[in-house]
């Protein structure tokens, strides 16, 4: 066992070993990802950055057991999910992941509340209510619940996305590019969340994105070029950041 690996279930929330992903075969073959190792503290906020094309999405995916490998290990909360099965994979997306997207992603028949607890239900798990309603308090949504997305604003329905990816307690949230789709102000408040979520109530979030402010809420920042790990940034401003990507030619 590797040391990123020995010490899951104390600090490690996710960690990479080797991790390989090619797309194509032969002449048009690319290697997105190529032995790539890195590991993810628990009750840490870490940016996974990189010029464009230089692997985060394939990274992300492959972390979250979205997308299958072609070689490596990938730990998620102590479990070794590339070899799991289909079935096995669900069940730990539904149960132990949160996913923020870009684009929101929330059911348009269904009220913000119904969106959030949508995924419980699914897994015919109760809500822990005071959890819940730490989340909305704490994203101000108490009033928004009982509307369907196109009755919030940008802003609202990714706080609605927030908090349906932390309702189960999840081992990890991943946030793909999660202020993508909003105005400056609605995207700190995004930000402002998930570093709260993981400085008040010990959550763990990866996030992939372009902008460096975005970059400089999280602890840490994880840079890729070319399917490898390039550097890390510890306590990240969003200059340190602009930098170390006009560095790797981003
Ligand atoms: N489904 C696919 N089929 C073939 N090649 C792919 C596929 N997905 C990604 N790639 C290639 O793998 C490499 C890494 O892509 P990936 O999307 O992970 O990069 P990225 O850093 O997220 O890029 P961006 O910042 O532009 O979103 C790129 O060369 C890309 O063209």
């Known amino acids: 066992m590797s040391a990123l690996v020995s010490d899951v279930g104390t600090r490690t929330a996710v960690a990479a070993a080797n991790l ?40 992300m995916h492959c972390l979250a057991g979205l997308d299958n490998v072609d070689g ?37 028949t269904l009220t913000a509340e119904a969106n959030i607890l949508l995924g419980l239900e699914l897994a015919g798990r109760k809500p ?3 959890w819940f309603d730490t989340i909305v308090d704490v994203l101000g949504l108490r009033d928004r619940l009982k509307h369907k997305p196109t009755e919030l604003s940008g802003g609202q329905q990714q706080r609605v996305a927030c908090a349906r990816a932390l309702v189960a307690r999840p ?61 890390e940034i510890d306590n990240p401003t969003a200059d340190s950041v602009l930098a170390a990507l006009k560095h790797l030619g981003a």
């Open 20 to 59: 390989v992903k090619v797309y194509g075969k032969g002449d048009t073959a690319v290697r997105a990802l190529d032995g790539v190792s890195v590991a993810f503290a628990a009750g840490k906020f870490t940016a996974i950055m990189g010029p464009s094309g230089s692997g985060k999405s394939t990274l």
């Open 72 to 108: 490596g290990s990938v730990h998620v909360g102590g479990t070794e999910i590339t070899s799991l099965g289909d079935k096995e994979l669900t069940k730990l997306r539904r149960d132990r992941v949160g996913f923020v997207f870009q684009a929101f992603n929330l059911l348009p």
């Open 128 to 130: 822990d209510r005071e």
């Open 171 to 231: 081992d990890v949230v991943f946030a793909d590019e999660p202020t993508g789709n909003l105005d400056s102000r609605s995207g700190a408040e995004v930000l402002d969340f998930l570093r709260m979520s993981v400085r008040k109530l010990g959550q763990t979030v990866i996030m992939v994105t372009h902008d460096p402010v975005a970059a400089s809420y999280a602890d840490r920042v994880v840079l890729l070029a070319d399917g490898h790990l390039a550097g």
